[in-house]
């Protein structure tokens, strides 16, 4: 009986050794991942909430190193060069650390990302990048700590910090227009119909040389005759480019084809630019 008693108590005594408690984290942590161009972003930060604290000037003081949110510091990943206030940061990852201010934030880009917070010890070799930033008050409360990247364009993204009433901003330059470039030289090497077609509405969408892509699109159209879509985008580039007559007839080509197709978005988007220039 005496075995028996002594089993079933190292048996809970087991038992409450493995058994643990699972609570939500208080600062819990977010992955965003962002597409800039041709550029993958990521960025890795934990989210602590105000709980009616006063946040900046209080439990974040001024004009003192931040580690930009809780636990582990703050981590941004770049899979090619971007551009930080004039500053070229070489693909790869980040910390980003702050000193916020009541009117103008330092924003840093480490390159040593694996601190726990702030490091031990501040190495001013290892700031990649540096840029002041503007704080721009809101009005209402962002309760939890806040990063986005917002006003996203093919080759540019602000890097949003929001919290408390306070909003910053970081811009960061993108070189998606020379990777293009250097894409079309090298595919114009040997390209095929979808590559010159690519080559052409970047141009046309992007406001570049309109005569470029007049070209590429012709060359396109010549060699894949049987694609709506492809006629679609000559009218628009005759058209951008000055000539009507073309573009209706690249147009007229389109909606005959999407008819056959049953593309109804194609004809009823070619019906809607003859009757603005004037064909229907």
Request: with cysteine.
């Amino acid at each position: 009986m005496k075995k028996l008693f002594l089993l079933v108590c190292v048996a809970l005594i087991s038992i409450g050794a493995y058994a643990q408690i699972q609570t939500p984290a208080p600062s819990p942590s977010q992955k965003i991942e962002q597409k800039v161009g041709l550029t993958d972003v990521t960025l890795e930060y934990s989210r602590p909430a105000m709980k009616g604290r006063t946040i900046f000037g209080g439990l974040v003081p001024y004009d003192k190193l931040w580690r930009t949110g809780a636990n582990a510091n703050t981590k941004i990943t770049f899979s090619d060069d971007v551009t930080v206030g004039g500053t070229v940061l070489k693909a790869g990852s980040y910390a980003v650390y702050t000193k916020p201010g009541s009117q103008f934030w330092e924003v840093y880009f480490y390159s040593d990302s694996n601190n726990w917070g702030t490091p031990q010890t501040w190495d001013d070799a290892k700031v990649a990048a540096k840029v002041k930033a503007e704080a721009y008050p809101m009005p209402m409360d962002i309760e939890s700590f806040t990063m986005s990247f917002d006003d996203v364009t093919n080759d540019s993204a602000n890097l949003g910090i929001l919290w408390e009433k306070t909003y910053v901003g970081v811009p960061i330059k993108f070189g998606t227009d020379k990777m293009v470039a250097a894409s079309i030289d090298q595919v114009m090497n040997g390209p095929a119909a979808n590559d010159y077609y690519a080559a052409a509405v970047y141009y046309l969408e992007s406001g570049k040389d309109i005569n470029k892509a007049k070209t590429w699109i012709d060359k396109a159209v010549e060699l894949k005759s049987d694609a709506f879509w492809y006629f679609r985008q000559q009218s628009l580039i005759y058209a951008k480019a000055g000539d009507k007559k073309g573009a209706i007839k690249a147009a007229q080509k389109s909606l005959e084809m999407a008819k056959a197709a049953g593309n109804d978005d194609y004809i009823a988007l070619n019906q809607k630019s003859l009757k603005e220039w004037g064909a229907l």
